[in-house]
């Protein structure tokens, strides 16, 4: 844009007129622009992705054991005996093999045919699209092209380092295609389109003859055969991970159960004291005080090792977070203090503020779960965007305080 508006300038000032080679200043400057626009743009290079190998896995297990050595004996009871299996199951040669696909015809045409073969230690099952296989080896049968469901089982298998062949029942195609006589090409064609999106090799679809399984069977012996090793271990490594997000899943249970004495207890507190205090601008004051040592103490459940000082900025920038985004409204907050300025209502606005202040710990303290729960898997972020989430989950959990409530109902502004 800049060399167009630089020949246009050129030209309306008479600058050409002066000069006659500015001609041919004009003509180079409009070639190169031409030419620029023309150049493709760089195209995004994919990064490839991670290869698989035994430590890895051996990491994937180590993390997994320290997550479970947090569990009580009773709650890791199930969950470490997955995990001594997982240990064992590089050292046996056995390969599970699933087939599923849409069709049942098809898929119990290629399990007996695949039952019938001389495998050594591998066992056959056979599922549904409905829910992603636990196998080292899956057989995806279709009969066409790829439709909407199978495009998007073989994109999440190939995302989890499944080993897939797509087993092509031709006939199928032919049946439709009987006036022609022949095997419908555009529909193989499409499908090997289809599956190069999905960069999956030609060499892993594999027509599919009930009386001629020549194909399929050469292809299962010799990928059982090269690869077995690399089989279990993907299908290893894929089960513990799973292990490893139960493990998550069982220990984020514990720590809440926990935790959430501990933020009742700041409850209490934050109440009691709020419903006694006469001077307004304590409030927060109090709050702040208490949600620093609510930070340290819930810090220490999820193993976050900081001093008492060290969670001052986090409670305070949280603390600023909840004023900010409307979670400790100010134009409510007067409420209270009115209503504790009558010796009437002296009663009723002390209960609410106490409410409220109860309400801003037990806030504070689900955001805190929700941070501790959560900063692992968002590194990248900084330290006030993940507060951020972590705040406004807690506040569908929660919703309004007491006196926002009440503030809401008369119409009185939120800030």
Known sequence: MAIAAAIILLFLSGWVNDYPWGWLLILGLGLGYWYWRRSPAPTEVKAPRPTLHPQLLEKQLADTRSLLQELPIERQASLQATYSHLQQRLDSPAVEVCVLGQSAYVVNQVYHTVATLPLDSCTLQQQTLATVPQADLVLLTVTGALNASEFEMLRVLQAGHYHVFVVWYPEMVQERDRPKGALCDRVAVHLQQQLQQ????????????????????????????????????????????????????????????????????????????????????????????????????????????????????LAKELLRLMVQLGAVELGTQSLGQWLKGNSLTYLAGSCLQGATAAYVLRLSGLSLIHYFETAPQTKSLPLVARLQQSLRWAQQQVGRSPLQTLGHSLGLPSA
């Open 198 to 313: 999905l960069q999956i090799n030609q060499e892993q679809l594999i027509p599919f003859v009930p009386h001629n399984p020549q194909a399929l069977t050469a292809a299962l012996v010799h990928c059982l055969t090269k690869e077995r090793t690399n089989l279990v271990l993907a299908g290893t490594y894929r089960r513990a991970q799973q292990l490893h997000q139960q493990a998550q899943a069982a220990l984020n249970h514990y720590r809440q159960e926990r935790a959430t004495p501990i933020i009742e207890r700041y409850q209490w507190l934050a109440a009691t004291a709020t419903a006694v205090n006469p001077l307004p601008l304590l409030d927060l004051v109090m709050a702040g005080g208490l949600l620093v040592r609510l930070t340290w103490e819930l810090g220490q459940i999820y193993q976050r090792s900081f001093y008492l000082a060290d969670a001052e900025p």
